[in-house]
């Protein structure tokens, strides 16, 4: 024992003497440069797995080059001329593209537009090598032009509702359609974490959502690996601003509009249910709050076309503030197959997805999806112009007219109350008096189902003709549950009540994942 405690003092005063020649601040700084240093090399190593060592050193002599005074300008020059060669053929057909929708929408003349469009694509029947197995496949725009020009006045239209006219939107909205509002929502979240990853260099993504986001928040959360932050909702179930504030950090990529503005960083307003009835709300005098492009922090917005848009299944957009979130990622040697312009100045880029060393040549595509069906983007395009402004106004006074009326019909049954107070379609219910899902479950024995993420009706054109019916059944059941209360035959109040009750969320998880799997 002496010998080892013998050799730890001669251990300690021979390191002592081959420190002490050294200052101590430089004893003090070694082991914080050493981190760093370590962090460098990791990050270094990590970007050498992912691209490869050439192509890793190709990329850093590139950037080198940029830094260069007049270097980055003369490429972006010389891409922008080839970029123009390459769409100088049709670039003055995009010179009449329509840029908003109709003052007065066009009805049944919109199938000779469509057929007119149509007739102008070139013949690629029998001449198309594998571009094309049943109609349309938009990712071909060069075969399927009209398809082209309906997705790009597609997006025009809907950027002009939602603030591209404005100053503050900076003038520069673009974006693309996607197969609904969950993919639209995937690729606004994923478009903010490469831009923040280029700007800030943020490679654990944090995103920042009220407790009442739609679960494609979660989705997107999972695919592209960033860690969520659910913030509480209020009293009034509006997300919590100071909650908010102060969940950001330094690696916080999403949030909400002032704050996202302060502090640099995204902003995605979910619009996929209202994009198509805020607007025109708007319009006819109702007072909402700010929600598009117009505020200051919002980078981008998905809008669903195929719910009070009116147009088919499967047909969403989503809009960026400007080029700069789009392009972060794009690979400068498939550059060249990206743009297609939209009217005044609105730009929608077949981006986010490219491939430049695949063996079948340079690859690019828009969003999830490679090929597309035309079909749905006709449809979409049909839809917005056959209503056009007058027709989505009229739709819109209508449906918010007898959303207020079921409102007032609510708050005028005792035992139920409204939650938070409706700004637009949606009014959602609970009570304290009765079980509202044995309530839900009558209302479903009428024919009437309701939505049971929690208790509400989503008032759409089907209700403005029997809202009436609907009040009265709601009264009924509300009734029947007081003075009968317990669960209907078949019912499913039992299993909402039990889920809702369960502490361990993961025993709901694996119930739900069951229950699909067994349905398909």
Known sequence: MDAMEDSVLRLRASVNSFLSQYEPITLLLSPLLALLLARALHSLLGVLQEKGIKAAVLGFLMNS????????????????????????????????????????????????????????????????????????????????????????????????????????????????????GTESILLAVKTSRDYMRAKKGIIKPEMIIPESAHSAYDKAAQYFNIKVRRVPVNKE????????????????????????????????????????????????????????????????????????????????????RNHELRKEHIDFSSILTLLIDCPTSTVIYTILYCVTEWSGGLYVSPTIAGSRPGGLIAGAWAAMMSLGLNGYLENTRQIMEVSKKIQKGIEEIPELFVVGKPHMTVVAFGSNAVDIFEVNDLMSSKGVPLILLSLHICVTLQHVPVFEDFLRDLRDSVKTVKENPGPISGGLAPVYGAAGKMPDRGMVQELLVEFMDSSC
């Open 65 to 180: 080059v940029k830094l260069i005074p007049g270097v980055s300008g003369y490429i972006e020059s010389e891409m922008r001329k080839v970029v123009d060669k390459l769409q100088s053929g049709s670039k003055s057909k995009r010179d009449n593209w329509r840029a908003e929708l109709p003052n007065i929408g066009l009805g049944r003349r919109v199938i000779e537009e469509l057929e007119d469009a149509k007739s102008k694509d070139v013949a690629w029947q029998g001449k198309c090598s594998g571009t094309v197995f049943s109609h349309t496949n938009p990712l071909h725009q060069d075969v399927f032009q009209s398809v082209a020009k309906f997705e790009g006045e597609v997006v025009a239209m809907a950027a002009a509702l939602l603030g591209s006219k404005e100053k503050t939107s900076g003038g520069q909205i673009c974006g693309n359609m996607t197969s609904g």
């Open 237 to 320: 179930f509006v997300a919590d601003v100071k909650g908010i504030r102060r969940c950001i950090n330094r690696n916080t990529i999403m949030e909400l509009g002032k704050l996202a503005s302060s502090y640099g960083i995204c902003f995605h307003v979910d619009l996929c249910l209202g994009g198509f009835i805020l607007p025109f709300a708007c319009k006819l005098g109702y007072q909402i709050p700010p929600f598009d492009f117009s505020v200051k922090g919002v980078t981008s917005i998905s809008i669903d076309v195929h719910k009070y848009g009116l147009g088919p299944k499967g047909t969403s957009i989503v809009l960026y």
